[in-house]
């Protein structure tokens, strides 16, 4: 049988045993906490050096508890070579100072089967630490004979890490077997920048999971990235392994992603100049999982009315209104579908947004509350004279959830995006005050805003979807 050597034991772990043993033990007792409720399907762990990202890891591993599982599909970065998919090994085992670890072929057989998906490759493991570095804590957790199917990514083919990911969840959910993602967080931004652009992306990680939809994460890391430019590296190392383990556990049912803990390495090496982030957490499937929306205080709300106010001020003067890159309000760097309306005297003056995240919240604020002010057909452009009497009104939109039909619309909650074709339109939730019927506002919504005729929601060429809203006005 083959043997996969340790590549990082002395470096980023103890290479003696007992030395090994002792510390992830201590990690592990460190971090001793009861098992969130729900049923666990997978987890995100760091993988520096044990003295950056340890109990780090630790803090996820620790909450498995009484899980069983024989088998784990591990998910890593890898560092060492391009990928086209997702590299394993068709058979023999990993080894650490802690003995050997076999690989699961008849698993790995079933995912290799597809090669368009994945590849085996010794030399992507040959020196790889994503991976080594978890088995030291699978082997002190659980008992022989578990067995391991080791896979590495780094493509940036969204569509095939999305397969590779609902593979694996298939495969996994078959054997009861468990998922652990292996990725670091951004890459040598300053602390303060960390801080902000790792808690963005944590979250965005947690949305994207209780949503179904992994494509928003990646959409998340690319406007973070964007926007801290020669700052940082990347705000996550292991991107692709975190799409598709996010796709693998929605697969076996996850509906919620629950932060364990959260470092950086400035706060172990008192280095703040160049840092790199490390998280960790439990992928659940939950009774009751939260929302799938950004979350917003009575502060955040009315700093984004603000910001949406001075944009348009800004604008009228002739200039373009200031907005940070990042907020130290995490919550403003997430990408967000945004409607802005505005109105006067209680008569619609302006209403634009999108349906699908372009850009972070607080970008999409001023930029769609400058579009309704002075873009919008319907009506005349604001004037100075306008500023002191209109009222600002924001509608922060859910991600789109296709429906079979109308009988599924929740009138006064749901808000409704209707197309065929080129033609297409959408009533926000709000509008339901205005009809008496279901019918009512969908015939409307074809006729008044998509350009179809009233009935068309009726058609199966139509396709109809629904949305809720997080809404709030001066």
């Not at 951004?186 to 790792?198: N, R």
């Not at 803990?261 to 090496?269: T, W």
């Not at 309000?329 to 006067?344: D, M």
């Amino acid at each position: 049988m083959a043997i996969r050597k340790p590549a990082v034991a002395g470096r980023f772990y103890d290479a003696d045993p007992d030395g090994l043993r002792d510390t992830v033990d201590s990690f592990l007792k460190d971090k001793a906490a009861p098992a969130p409720a729900g049923e666990i399907k997978g987890l995100l762990v760091p993988h520096a050096g044990y003295a950056y990202s340890g109990p780090t890891a630790a803090a996820a591993y620790a909450l498995l508890g009484g899980a069983s599982f024989d088998t784990v599909y591990l998910l890593g970065t890898g560092h060492n070579m391009p990928l086209d998919g997702g590299a394993t090994l068709p058979s023999g085992a990993f080894s650490t100072p802690l003995g050997d670890l076999e690989i699961d072929a008849e698993a790995a057989a079933e995912l290799l089967a597809d090669k368009k998906l994945f590849l085996a490759s010794a030399r992507a493991h040959e020196k790889e630490h994503a991976i080594e570095v978890q088995l030291p804590f699978l082997q002190r957790l659980s008992r022989p004979p578990l067995k391991i199917v080791p896979l590495l990514f780094n493509t940036d083919d969204l569509d095939k890490l999305l397969a590779a990911g609902r593979a694996i969840g298939k495969a996994a959910a078959r054997r009861g077997a468990l998922v652990c993602v292996s990725s670091d967080l951004s890459h040598y931004p300053p602390a303060s920048v960390a801080l902000i652009s790792d808690r963005a992306a944590l979250e965005a990680y947690g949305m994207a999971v209780r949503n179904g939809d992994p494509a928003y994460f990646d959409t998340s890391l690319r406007l973070l990235e964007a926007k801290t430019g020669a700052e940082m590296d990347t705000a996550a190392c292991g991107r692709a392994a975190m799409i598709a383990g996010a796709a693998a556990c929605l697969e076996m049912g996850a509906n919620d992603f629950r932060l364990a803990e959260y470092v950086h390495s400035g706060m172990v090496s008192g280095d703040d100049s160049g840092v790199v982030g490390y998280g960790s957490g439990l992928f659940l499937r939950s009774v009751n999982p939260p929302a799938g929306m950004i979350e917003l205080d009575g502060d955040a709300r009315k700093g984004l009315l603000n910001l949406g106010r001075e944009a348009v001020i800004a604008r009228l003067r002739g200039s373009k209104a200031e907005v940070p890159a990042l907020f130290p309000r995490h919550g403003y760097n997430l990408p967000s579908a945004v409607f802005v309306t505005l109105t006067i005297g209680g008569d619609l003056r302006g209403c634009i947004g999108t349906m699908e995240p372009r850009g972070s919240l607080a970008d999409s604020v001023a930029y769609y509350a400058v579009a309704a002010a002075f873009e919008d057909q319907r009506f005349a452009p604001l004037t100075p004279a306008d500023i002191d009497k209109v009222r600002i009104e924001i509608s922060a939109l859910s991600p789109l959830r296709k429906v079979d039909s109308a009988d599924a619309i929740e009138p006064g909650r749901h808000g409704v995006y209707i197309k065929r074709g080129r033609l297409s339109g959408t009533y926000l939730p709000q509008v339901w005050e205005h009809f008496k019927s279901k019918k009512d506002f969908l015939d409307s919504l074809c006729s008044e805003k998509a350009g179809l005729s009233p009935g068309a929601w009726k058609e199966k060429s139509t396709a109809l979807y629904v949305y809720t809203v997080d809404s709030f006005a001066e």
